[in-house]
């Protein structure tokens, strides 16, 4: 198969995950400045992906009530997770270049928290259907929210918060 024949499936590919019509590229040769414009426009795909993700967690941490500025920081950092079980005490860490997190609970028990983002919340966590379900009850007129996290084909940790129907979903990937 020749380098043009891949640029053509691929230049499919995009069209139908975009929903536009590139078709007409077919198994024709392409040009280097056709190829660069099928780049310029995967590239511009992806990073409207991106955007969108942290537009839903921007938008979740604005219906929780978290400042602009901290939302915009928050939106954009990448941290890392570790959950520790110890007996029946469970520790999870969040760690990123702004902040560390950390919460030590037991499964069942409801306890005052301070989230990362500085709210006072009551926490309860639960397991239901393999999800670890934490829900937090809002102090001094604070918003409540629901928080799931699982894990998908075994190297994958999704986090699905929702508040008031606005949802974000921040997946992290198992270390090595």
Same mark, same amino acid.
């Not at 590139?22 to 780049?39: A, I, T």
């Not at 942290?54 to 979740?60: I, W």
């Given at each position: 198969?020749?380098?043009?024949?891949?640029?053509?499936?691929?230049?499919?590919?995009?069209?139908?995950?975009?929903?536009? $019509?590139?078709?007409?590229?077919?198994?024709?040769?392409?040009?280097?400045?056709?190829?660069?414009?099928?780049?310029?426009?995967?590239?511009?795909?992806?990073?409207?992906?991106?955007?969108?993700?942290?537009?839903?967690?921007?938008?979740?941490?604005?219906?929780?009530?978290?400042?602009?500025? $901290?939302?915009?920081?928050?939106?954009?950092?990448?941290?890392?997770?570790?959950?520790?079980?110890?007996?029946?005490?469970?520790?999870? =860490?969040?760690?990123?270049?702004?902040? =560390?997190?950390?919460?030590?609970?037991?499964?069942?028990?409801?306890?005052?928290?301070?989230?990362?983002?500085?709210?006072? /919340? $009551?926490?309860?966590?639960? /397991?239901?259907?393999?999800?670890?379900?934490?829900?937090?009850?809002?102090?001094?007129?604070?918003?409540?929210?629901?928080?799931?996290?699982?894990?998908?084909?075994?190297?994958?940790?999704? /986090? =699905?918060?929702?508040?008031?129907?606005?949802?974000?979903?921040?997946?992290?990937?198992?270390?090595?």
């Amino acid at each position: 198969m020749s380098s043009s024949t891949v640029l053509t499936v691929f230049a499919a590919l995009v069209a139908s995950a975009n929903g536009l $019509l590139w078709l007409q590229w077919g198994v024709r040769k392409c040009s280097f400045f056709d190829f660069f414009l099928l780049l310029r426009r995967v590239k511009r795909l992806l990073r409207n992906d991106a955007d969108s993700k942290r537009h839903r967690r921007q938008a979740y941490l604005k219906e929780v009530g978290v400042g602009m500025l $901290l939302r915009k920081m928050a939106a954009n950092i990448k941290p890392t997770l570790d959950i520790k079980i110890e007996g029946d005490e469970w520790t999870m =860490t969040s760690t990123s270049s702004f902040k =560390t997190h950390a919460v030590k609970f037991k499964l069942g028990q409801e306890f005052d928290d301070k989230t990362a983002d500085g709210r006072d /919340v $009551l926490s309860k966590f639960t /397991v239901e259907n393999d999800k670890l379900v934490q829900k937090e009850t809002g102090k001094n007129g604070g918003k409540d929210s629901t928080i799931l996290r699982f894990v998908e084909g075994g190297n994958k940790l999704s /986090v =699905t918060c929702e508040c008031n129907g606005v949802k974000s979903v921040r997946t992290y990937e198992k270390a090595a």
